[in-house]
């Protein structure tokens, strides 16, 4: 046990004070906040002002088209071939038609422009013009616009689970979300630090310090010492990674707020229809007030002690069970390249599931989402993806034992495997040699 609590502090202590951890773990947060400064810093300055030529024969829309923070509407005279040669001296950025008989022929708009124009644009014009034409056919049909409006109804239902610690509300939202995160970080620390132990086991080899290093410690003792170092190193990222995201994040969010109260009401209102979720000039009046609030009710309807819980036991167990695999080709081979042909039964299984992943979310209860979140291969990120939607205690713990067996199923392998191949060089390893290996005495 002193061996492995060795080889467990070498790998850790190595691996930590890398330079490249060190930039790695800085530069996530960092990359993550810089991320949501520009789409905040684009939002700001992106509002300017665009002129818009009108030139409208049928007189039906002059009071239709109003001017916003990112659009002035300038209504002319004339006849389309004299708007089009005085177009293009100005810089006004499109120029519309309407001619007489856009009522029956509402196909007969024309949008012209220097360059094509902007899908919000055109959408922005179309929209008026659809607006007021299916007023004047309502009018001359005696329906008001206002009573078409009032019989429109907006359903929005709110979900509430039924348990036996009686009802409780829910959010299929809040348990998509956070189950297709915990899956995805899951999948990617599986690749990042399973792969970390292939290659520190094939580096090790290729310059023959495992021949030395072995001398004191055992093939066993080594490998696992490499698996559970390696894991530390990805729990103390991770959790370096939270505190700083938490901590940078809410630092942005601060000087955000300050700045929105020296811009101008323009800006002011842009950003709050970004927040709200609002594109082009806005929503209907059912517009989401405090987004914030309901992501933090959402969030709240969880189960969130359990949900980390098994984050926690499903990223360390998912790790373990593919680390000792990686760890097995990294002894059977002399270097990166001749390990592509073992990878792939590897990491197959890996793939499925985040693909899997996809169906269980519309499905969480289903026979496909019961398999694979029971299957050990599986199980660590199906069921991540099952558990923000409630799953019974019963398929947990079963779920959880099978992943313990099934990490000492392939570490038993593993070792068989490493304790050959870590010394065999110069030799092309194949499936079968690998077999023989595994029942070695």
Not at 48 to 55: A, E, M, N, P, S
Not at 96 to 115: F, G, L
Not at 226 to 250: N, R
Not at 423 to 436: H, P, R
Request: proline share 4%.
């Amino acid at each position: 046990m002193r061996n492995i609590f060795l080889v467990i502090k070498r790998e850790y202590l190595v691996r930590v004070k890398k330079k490249s951890f060190l930039i790695m773990t800085l530069l996530g947060p960092l990359l993550f906040v810089g991320f949501y400064a520009t789409v905040i810093w684009v939002a700001i300055g992106s509002v300017d002002t665009k002129t818009v030529q009108v030139l409208d024969e049928s007189g039906l829309f002059r009071n239709e088209f109003k001017d916003s923070e990112t659009l002035h509407f300038d209504f002319i005279n004339g006849n389309i071939d004299s708007a089009k040669t005085d177009f293009r001296k100005t810089e006004a950025s499109a120029l519309v038609y309407i001619p007489k008989n856009v009522i029956r022929e509402p196909k007969t708009v024309r949008i012209y422009a220097s360059k094509n124009v902007s899908l919000d644009l055109k959408s922005e014009i179309e929209k008026v013009i659809e607006k007021q034409i299916e007023d004047i056919k309502l009018s001359e049909a005696g329906i008001t616009h206002k009573i078409l409006e009032d019989s429109r109804v907006n359903v929005s239902s709110e979900t509430i689970s039924l348990s036996e610690e009686g009802e409780k509300n829910s959010s299929s939202a809040a348990a998509t979300a956070i189950g297709g995160v915990c899956a995805f970080l899951i999948y990617m620390s599986v690749f990042i630090y399973g792969t970390q132990v292939m290659r520190g086991i094939t580096e090790e080899k290729t310059s023959r310090i495992v021949e030395v290093i072995i001398s004191s410690v055992k093939p066993f003792q080594l490998m696992l010492g490499k698996i559970i170092g390696v894991a530390l190193v990805g729990l103390t990222q991770f959790l370096l990674w939270i505190i700083l995201t938490v901590g940078l994040t809410s630092a942005t969010s601060a000087i955000v707020s300050s700045q929105m109260s020296k811009e101008s009401p323009q800006v002011q209102q842009e950003i709050e229809k970004m927040q709200n979720g609002m594109p082009g000039r806005g929503m209907p009046g059912n517009a989401v007030e405090n987004p914030m609030a309901e992501i933090l009710g959402a969030v709240n309807s969880l189960n969130i002690p359990l949900i980390l819980g098994c984050f926690l036991f499903y990223y360390l167990g998912g790790y373990l069970l593919y680390s000792a695999l990686f760890g097995a080709v990294g002894a059977a081979v002399d270097n990166d390249a001749d390990t592509q042909q073992f990878m792939l039964p590897i990491t197959l299984p890996i793939i499925f599931s985040f693909v899997f992943a996809q169906f269980v979310l519309r499905d969480p209860d289903g026979s496909l989402a019961f398999w694979t979140s029971i299957i050990p291969f599986t199980s660590p990120i199906i069921m991540m993806v099952r558990i923000p939607f409630g799953v019974p205690a019963w398929e947990i713990a079963l779920s959880m034992v099978l992943l313990v067996i099934g990490f000492m199923g392939t570490t038993w392998l593993a070792a068989r495997i490493y304790r050959v191949g870590i010394l065999m060089y110069g030799k092309k390893v194949t499936y079968k040699e690998l077999a023989k290996w595994i029942f070695y005495k």
